[in-house]
C-alpha cells in the first residue's frame, strides 16, 4: 500500500516538474525584455515568473528525489536476503568405469569383433590403349567468328 502511494505522488510530481520548466522562459528570453515586452506581459507580477517558478521546481525537485531514494531504500529492506542454500544442486562427476589398457571402445552400432572391410582394387588400363583412344578422338572444329 506504501508503494503504491509513493508511486502515484512520483508520478503527480514528474508531471508537475515538466509543466513548471516548459513554462518557465529560456536564457534567450531574456534579451526580448530589454525592448519593452518582458513585464507587461506576465501573470506572476512585475518582477516575472522567474523567483517564482525556479522555486516551485526546486521543491519539487527535492521532493523527487527524496521520494526516489525512500522508494530504493523501502524496496532493499523488503528483499531481505532470505537462507542461503548451502546445496545448489549440482551433480558430482561421475565416476566412468575402468577400462582395460589396450582395448579400444567400438563406435556406436558395430559389433565389437566385426572385421572391416577392405575396398575393391580397380584394375588398371594399359598404357597402349589409352594414347590409341585419344588419337581417335576428331579435334573440335574451330569456328570462325564473323563479326
Same mark, same amino acid.
Given at each position: 500500500? #506504501? #508503494? #503504491?502511494?509513493?508511486?502515484? #505522488?512520483?508520478?503527480?510530481?514528474?508531471?508537475?516538474?515538466?509543466?513548471?520548466?516548459?513554462?518557465? &522562459?529560456? %536564457? +534567450?528570453?531574456?534579451?526580448?525584455?530589454?525592448?519593452?515586452? +518582458?513585464?507587461?506581459?506576465?501573470?506572476?507580477?512585475? &518582477?516575472?515568473? %522567474? %523567483?517564482?517558478?525556479?522555486?516551485?521546481?526546486?521543491?519539487?525537485?527535492?521532493?523527487?528525489?527524496?521520494?526516489?531514494?525512500?522508494?530504493?531504500?523501502?524496496?532493499?529492506? *523488503?528483499?531481505?536476503? *532470505?537462507?542461503?542454500?548451502?546445496?545448489? +544442486?549440482?551433480? %558430482?562427476?561421475?565416476?566412468?568405469?575402468?577400462?582395460?589398457?589396450?582395448?579400444?571402445?567400438?563406435?556406436?552400432? *558395430?559389433?565389437?569383433?566385426?572385421?572391416?572391410?577392405?575396398?575393391?582394387?580397380?584394375?588398371?588400363?594399359?598404357?597402349?590403349?589409352?594414347?590409341?583412344?585419344?588419337?581417335?578422338?576428331?579435334?573440335?572444329? *574451330?569456328?570462325?567468328?564473323?563479326?
Amino acid at each position: 500500500m #506504501l #508503494l #503504491l502511494v509513493l508511486n502515484v #505522488l512520483f508520478v503527480l510530481i514528474a508531471i508537475a516538474m515538466v509543466a513548471l520548466i516548459l513554462m518557465q &522562459r529560456g %536564457s +534567450g528570453a531574456a534579451a526580448g525584455s530589454g525592448f519593452g515586452g +518582458g513585464a507587461s506581459a506576465t501573470v506572476f507580477g512585475a &518582477r516575472g515568473s %522567474s %523567483s517564482f517558478l525556479t522555486k516551485a521546481t526546486k521543491w519539487l525537485a527535492i521532493g523527487f528525489f527524496a521520494v526516489t531514494l525512500f522508494m530504493a531504500w523501502y524496496a532493499t529492506q *523488503q528483499a531481505a536476503p *532470505q537462507q542461503v542454500q548451502q546445496d545448489l +544442486g549440482v551433480m %558430482s562427476i561421475p565416476q566412468a568405469p575402468a577400462a582395460d589398457a589396450g582395448s579400444v571402445p567400438a563406435a556406436p552400432g *558395430q559389433a565389437p569383433d566385426a572385421a572391416v572391410p577392405a575396398a575393391p582394387e580397380l584394375p588398371e588400363a594399359p598404357a597402349e590403349a589409352v594414347g590409341q583412344q585419344q588419337a581417335q578422338e576428331p579435334a573440335p572444329a *574451330q569456328e570462325d567468328e564473323e563479326q
